[in-house]
């Protein structure tokens, strides 16, 4: 199978900024990241990051470049003021100046830092990886900052889960998030609609965009959490578009929610409460409550007393919520 086209093709050797293209890790609707390395600066020769290039530049129609520009900005503004483990790094932001190139020229490069593989990718290699229940962890960390922050991600899926090195998850990709103005944000796009929940799926666009709740990443997680931890969608359908028709019977009542009975039974209440029918039900089951409840589905001890396990869950529940 052929590799797929690169939104933004950029040769290996390309230099911009003090950094030098090297192989393509990914590419999006609107972007492509390839790793880089520096080749510029006292005492950073050789270190590496990930270059994402947003085609903003004169190759673009007006129209184009302007929405290619706002999501550009959305990104470099959440990843400059929100700080968190669980996110991704933004090392710099670069602006190509190359009128030999024209189809580079203007693009919009952020700097970021450079992850081992993306969860998509694991989960090609491996269905239900053992490390799932971790990674989901952090993930919802990394959520319940985002929304303390007064954000939303809006398009959370495997590909937008970095995994790192030392093996920890990055959130990324936040050219769609939207910043809270009160108990809503807007979206300049639909969310990928296997992730999206019910209530976007007839949500009406006006000039600001697609208006979003918290709510939607809690759906997307527990849509995310479903396919790490079972290999399969919580929706049947053998196409987005019949799960999507799925997604809207359920939301309707005429379609119940049929779980994997590979779902481990401390995850099944989780995701159960994460795919609630309305934006209601689900709103008492954030990101912020979730990690205290994911205490307790890892493997218990072999012979720990009963009581005194029980006793470890309350002060964890606590900690947890008083944290948040």
């Known amino acids: 199978m052929s590799a797929p086209p690169y939104a933004v093709p950029v040769p290996r050797g390309y230099r911009v900024g003090g950094w030098e293209v090297r192989a393509p890790l990914a590419t999006g ?21 990930a270059l994402k290039f947003l085609a903003t530049g004169a190759a673009r129609t007006p129209q184009q470049a302007g929405h290619l520009r706002e999501l550009a900005e959305r990104e470099v503004q959440l990843l400059s003021r ?12 670069l602006t190509v100046a190359d009128p030999a190139r024209p189809d580079l020229d203007g693009a919009t490069v952020l700097v970021l830092e450079q992850a081992a593989r993306s969860l998509d990718a694991l989960l090609a ?16 960390e990394g959520l319940s900052e985002l929304h303390a922050a007064g954000w939303v991600h809006s398009d959370l899926k495997p590909s937008n889960v970095l995994l790192m090195a030392d093996g920890s998850a990055r959130i990324a990709d936040f050219n769609m998030a ?6 809503y944000a807007y979206t300049p796009a639909c969310s990928t609609p296997d992730y999206a929940p019910p ?36 929706l049947p359908g053998a196409t987005a578009t019949a799960r999507r028709d799925a997604a809207m019977r359920y939301a309707r009542g005429t379609e119940d929610l049929r779980l994997s009975p590979r779902l481990p039974g401390a995850w099944r209440e989780i995701v159960a409460d994460c795919l ?24 218990r001890r072999r012979g720990a007393p009963r009581r ?8 964890i529940r606590a900690g947890a919520l008083g944290a948040s």
């Open 29 to 49: 609707a609107f972007g492509s990241v390839y790793a880089a390395r520096r080749v510029r600066g006292a005492g950073a020769r050789g270190a590496r990051a």
């Open 125 to 140: 290699e491996r269905p239900r990886p053992a490390e799932g229940p971790r990674v989901l962890r952090q993930v919802c």
């Open 308 to 315: 005194r396990r029980a006793r470890r869950f309350g002060r």
């Open 82 to 93: 929100v700080r968190s483990p669980r996110l991704i790094r933004m090392y710099e932001t």
């Open 199 to 234: 209530e976007l799926h007839w949500s009406e666009v006006d000039e600001r965009g697609v208006r979003i709740r918290p709510t939607a990443d809690v759906w997307a997680f527990g849509v995310l959490a479903h396919l790490v931890l079972t290999g399969s969608h919580p």
């Open 178 to 183: 939207g910043e809270l103005e009160g108990a």
């Open 276 to 299: 609630t029918r309305t934006h209601e039900e689900r709103s008492a089951h954030g990101p912020a409550t979730l990690p205290a409840r994911m205490a307790t589905t890892g493997p």
